[in-house]
């Protein structure tokens, strides 16, 4: 009789175990796939940006030219950035180097806003603006993933198994600057 009880709580534990492990895999796939979601969003802007550079740059004086330059590196830097995120899933210092490439391209459109020519500056404040406004809705769905999966994995005794797993919080993406107006 012994013998069945443990039987039946070591298949119960069992059970319990591959039920969490399942939950929590399937929540940290929705956090990385959230994450395509953004990581799309921000590719799709950085290529159309890319290509307003590349046709300015065609028809720029010399001056304005290394401005350009400075834009194009400065989303060259990005992109390379978001390729590290991907192939890293979700590393933390991935993660914050592409916060500080982004931080540092829209410096750098300030900075070239200062000096670039009247026909240029509504293009580059186009920009600007359409990534300022729709970065944070792009990331509202990537956060709300990564607030159920971090509540996931500091339940107890998901916990436990979490910890077993080597399962790392997921993190929120916070900017210095003027994109994340929602960011506590």
């Avoid at 830097?77 to 916060?99: G, H, I, M, P």
Wanted: glycine share 4%.
């Amino acid at each position: 009789m012994a013998w069945l009880i443990v039987g039946l709580l070591l298949a119960l534990f069992m059970f319990w175990t591959l039920g969490a492990h399942n939950r929590l895999v399937r929540l940290r796939g929705e956090v990385t796939h959230q994450w395509g979601t953004v990581d799309v969003f921000w590719l799709k802007w950085l290529m159309r940006f890319q290509g307003a550079i590349s046709a300015r740059q065609i028809l720029a004086w010399a001056s304005e030219a290394q401005d350009l330059q400075a834009l194009q590196e400065a989303s060259d830097a990005l992109v390379e950035a978001l390729a590290d995120a991907r192939s890293q899933s979700l590393n933390e210092v991935a993660l914050q180097k592409v916060v500080g490439q982004h931080e540092a391209l829209l410096s750098s459109i300030d900075r070239v806003m200062l000096t670039a020519p009247d026909t240029v500056k509504p293009d580059l404040l186009s920009a600007q603006n359409k990534i300022v406004q729709g970065l944070p809705i792009a990331l509202s769905s990537y956060h709300l993933a990564c607030d159920a999966y971090n509540q996931a994995i500091n339940q107890s005794p998901a916990r436990w198994l979490a910890r077993r797993l080597g399962l790392r919080p997921a993190l929120h993406l916070r900017f210095n600057g003027r994109t994340v107006p929602w960011a506590t």
